[in-house]
């Protein structure tokens, strides 16, 4: 069975500060895939990133970086230097080989306090 | 429009009404998915469906729930009898093809969804 963990419910930071979400995963698929949303308080669920099983090079793009860790089975996100519109629930999921059923951690609620 | 449409965007019904949600996903898109999030709650997966193939309905609570997507575009996830308990926002997402080999790439386009409240 699959299974995505957030064990972080809600973080707050004050702005400009360092954060990272934490997300474990349980799969027994040698194959599969890792993401990433977000969901501003808008509402609309938004994908920041994808990544391959068989790829564990770390990615960083702009404030957002990510270490994928197989041995531990964790895909942790940080944002560098956390601005206000920062503020949003993110999930992590994790999806079988191809994309299919795509599952959802609970999601991480982060308020960024000027 | 370019992203995933869906209606109606509210659904405000009385108790065992039956209710259907549309979703009208991404041209192009071969996978259709239908999640369920309550207040404040993680996204629930109901149901899957993937071009011509069987669709995933492992997530569907119970045998209230349905979904069909038509022509391989449009879905419409159908609650029969409403409980309370069925109060949520609906949210559906489409993904592109991952090429000649099936499948699609994972990442999934959003709707705004439809939130429904049982009463």
């Known amino acids: 069975a699959q299974k995505v963990t957030q064990a972080q419910t809600e973080i707050s930071v004050v702005e400009k500060e360092d954060v990272t979400l934490d997300c474990v995963y349980e799969?027994?698929?040698?194959?599969?895939?890792l993401f990433w949303y977000k969901q501003p308080p808008s509402g609309e669920l938004v994908f920041l990133i994808r990544r391959n099983s068989f790829d564990e090079q770390n990615e960083i793009s702009g404030r957002y970086s990510w270490n994928f860790q197989k041995s531990t089975s964790s895909f942790n996100f940080t944002i560098t230097a956390s601005q206000v519109v920062d503020s949003a629930v993110y999930f992590c999921a994790l999806s079988g080989a191809g994309g299919f059923k795509t599952i959802f951690g609970a999601g991480t609620r982060l308020f960024v306090k000027a | 429009g370019a992203g995933v449409s869906q209606s109606p965007s509210n659904k405000v019904t009385e108790k065992g009404k039956d209710v259907e949600l549309r979703c009208d996903p991404i041209s192009g898109h071969t996978a259709l998915y239908w999640y369920r999030q309550s207040l404040g709650q993680g996204l629930e997966f109901l149901i899957y469906f993937q071009g011509n193939s069987a669709p995933d309905k492992s997530g569907l609570p119970s045998d209230r729930f349905s979904a069909e997507r038509t022509g391989g575009s449009v879905s419409t996830l159908t609650i029969q009898r409403t409980q309370q308990e069925d109060s949520a926002v609906y949210l559906c997402?489409?993904?592109?093809?991952?090429?000649?080999?099936?499948?699609?790439?994972?990442?999934?386009?959003f709707g705004e969804g439809s939130r429904l409240t049982v009463l």
């Open positions: 799969t027994r698929d040698t194959t599969y895939y």
């Open positions: 997402a489409s993904s592109p093809p991952l090429g000649l080999a099936g499948g699609n790439t994972g990442e999934l386009f």
